[in-house]
């Protein structure tokens, strides 16, 4: 097995479970086309951008996505991003007792009493089956990343540059504590100060 397609992850570690991650992926061949480094700030081209985009557009697809800090380089892009499941949520519209979901004109308070002590019986049930429900909607962190890689790789390709690609998979850390996260942000937040000493650098 080549040293690209090598596992990275943590065996056993559950990657859809409540965690922030320290994520990087590479251009392919460390090719520099996001953008220029110019007196320690970082200018993105349009490609960059649209990096910079998608990066965002996670947390409104995911919504037990928490982003963090996060930059793009010239040939990578450094992230740190939280799963979160208690962001998973119903839609904060749930009709009250008596209120008329079928827009009859008719009071149904009476048979929502009626029906009480059954739904009291089943709530252990539905409890379980929502936790579960819950479950299944949380993509792991590979998956956030592939969709993240593959809607810039589908964009960049659009705004004309064919022949842009990630490197296969990607780099991750799990944050294990508050000491961590802050060291990792702050090396995130002064990557373009540090590229010259940067490892993913040229």
């Known amino acids: ?77 450094h992230g740190v991003i939280e799963i979160n499941r208690d962001m998973v949520v119903g839609t904060g519209h749930d009709p009250s007792p008596g209120h008329d979901i079928a827009g009859t004109g008719r009071d149904l308070s009476p ?21 579960t429900l819950r479950r299944e909607k949380i993509k792991p962190l590979p998956e956030i990343m592939g969709a993240y890689k593959t809607t810039v790789s589908k964009q960049i390709h659009l705004a004309g540059y064919t022949d842009f690609g990630w490197q296969r998979s990607f780099h991750d850390h799990i944050i294990r504590d508050e000491k961590s996260f802050l060291t990792i942000s702050k090396y995130i937040t002064n990557n373009p100060l540090n590229w010259g000493e940067d490892f993913f650098g040229p």
């Open 1 to 77: 097995m080549d040293k690209e397609r090598k596992r990275n992850r943590l065996k056993g570690f559950d990657y859809s479970s409540d965690a922030l991650f320290f994520v990087t992926s590479c251009v392919h061949n460390r090719v520099c086309c996001f953008g220029k480094i110019i007196n320690g700030i970082m200018n993105p081209n349009e490609y960059g951008q649209i990096a910079n985009k998608q990066w965002k557009w996670l947390a409104k697809q995911y919504p037990y996505v928490i982003l963090h800090a996060f930059v793009v380089m010239p040939n990578h892009v």
């Open 111 to 131: 048979q929502l009493r009626d029906l009480s002590p059954q739904l009291r019986d089943l709530s252990p049930q539905l409890r379980d089956l929502s936790l």
